[in-house]
């Protein structure tokens, strides 16, 4: 098989990208010896899968809401994962004009990382409700965890009862559990291993992964669509796992006095300007450091320790230049502060002002208290 033939028939089988055996700095690099095997996958998904590497690459964001707008001209079913713990930062944006008529079912993964207390079926009429307010009206929402497994017998007859004989798209933002969960679905419903590479950072599926299903139909797991408005699509891939939750939750109170300041590592930084004593509750990371100071003294601080008691990141130079966002609650109930892809604080029930300081681009906002 000449170099031309393989960039048109061979596709990596883990990440859905064209193999090519000439430039290794490429993706879809594979060596030559390597076609000779049954399942091949190129080079990055091996050291992904065996050595938890990670190699750089340039996403085209063009190229893959091009691929999703191909879903409009067939005839399927679409889901769409999104990050129950981020649901406005990991949903597409304007998903209802990519899918043309054809109906949504919305998965709303890691359902794990809140704590056991809230209600199922609160969070589910929540996720619902928010699809309508975007503007889409989805055939039902089932919450999942694709790490841990959860509610996989459900996730799979929702697919089969809504897709109704034809294909399925699996679509989402990077980072979403979209390969997990199909992965999931695979080991438990199907035969063989790994249909997908997974890993914790995003972006790892480069292009459309085709996956045979019964009747001559598939289930396509689309490149995930990178967002740079949440965080964690700049924490530096090595130092994800410090910044992204991957286990139940566990509340941080703060009784805050006027004039203090929380920082969650070296990513973000919540003044309290002024109001009386209250409580705020951080929901984040377990392993995410927070500090508490007098916001006297939090600009000296930020400057001396930002990289390294106040981390990740490691390197802040990495990330863009700090923004203010300056909220003036009411007090008439709890609402939530969310800096997307890192987590949220719900305010006390008193009026006050408060500043959210995040990486320029990084979307903060204010909605109804979830929890």
């Known amino acids: ?54 190699a750089t690459v340039e996403h085209d964001s063009d190229a893959y809401l091009s691929l999703l707008a191909e879903i409009a001209k067939t005839k399927a079913l679409v889901v769409q994962v999104v990050d129950l713990f981020d649901i ?61 497994g959860f509610r996989l017998r459900e996730v799979a007859d929702a697919i089969e009862r809504y897709r109704d004989g034809e ?76 910044a992204i939750p991957d286990s139940e939750v566990k509340p941080k109170v703060y009784q805050l006095n006027e004039g203090q300041t929380l920082f969650f590592g070296g990513l973000a930084r919540f003044d309290f300007v002024t109001g009386p004593k209250q409580p705020f509750v951080c929901y984040a990371a377990n392993s995410l450091y927070i500090h508490r100071t007098k916001r006297e003294k939090a600009d000296e601080m930020w400057e001396r320790h930002r990289g390294g008691l106040l981390s990740p990141p490691s390197d802040p130079s990495l990330l863009p230049p700090m923004k203010r966002h300056t909220f003036h609650l009411k007090g008439e109930t709890k609402q939530d502060l969310v800096v997307s892809g890192l987590g949220w604080v719900t305010t006390g029930s008193q009026k006050s002002i408060v500043d959210v300081w995040a990486p320029e681009g990084v979307q903060v906002h204010l909605r109804p208290a979830i929890i």
């Open 1 to 54: 098989m000449t170099d031309t033939e393989l960039e048109r028939e061979a596709w990596c089988e883990g990440c859905g990208v064209t193999l090519q055996t000439v430039d290794p700095d490429k993706p879809g690099y594979v060596p030559a010896s390597a076609l000779e095997r049954e399942n091949v996958i190129c080079r990055r998904c091996f050291r992904i899968r065996h050595y938890n590497e990670i």
């Open 88 to 148: 406005a930062g990991s949903w597409i944006p304007g998903i209802h004009r990519h899918i043309g008529g054809n109906p949504l079912l919305i998965l709303a993964n890691k359902v794990d990382l809140f704590p056991q207390s809230v209600k199922r079926q609160r969070l589910k009429e929540w996720v619902d409700r928010m699809a309508k307010e975007l503007g889409v009206k989805p055939v039902d929402v089932v919450l999942t965890s694709a790490a841990k």
């Open 167 to 242: 294909d399925v798209f699996i679509v989402g933002t990077a980072n979403v559990g979209k390969s997990t969960l199909i992965n999931r679905l695979v080991q438990r419903f199907g035969a063989g291993d790994d249909a997908v590479t997974t890993s914790p950072y995003p972006g790892t599926t480069l292009d459309a992964i085709s996956i045979p299903l019964e009747g001559g139909q598939r289930i396509v797991d689309m490149p995930g669509i990178i967002r740079k408005d949440r965080i964690s699509e700049w924490i530096p891939p090595r130092e994800l796992s410090a």
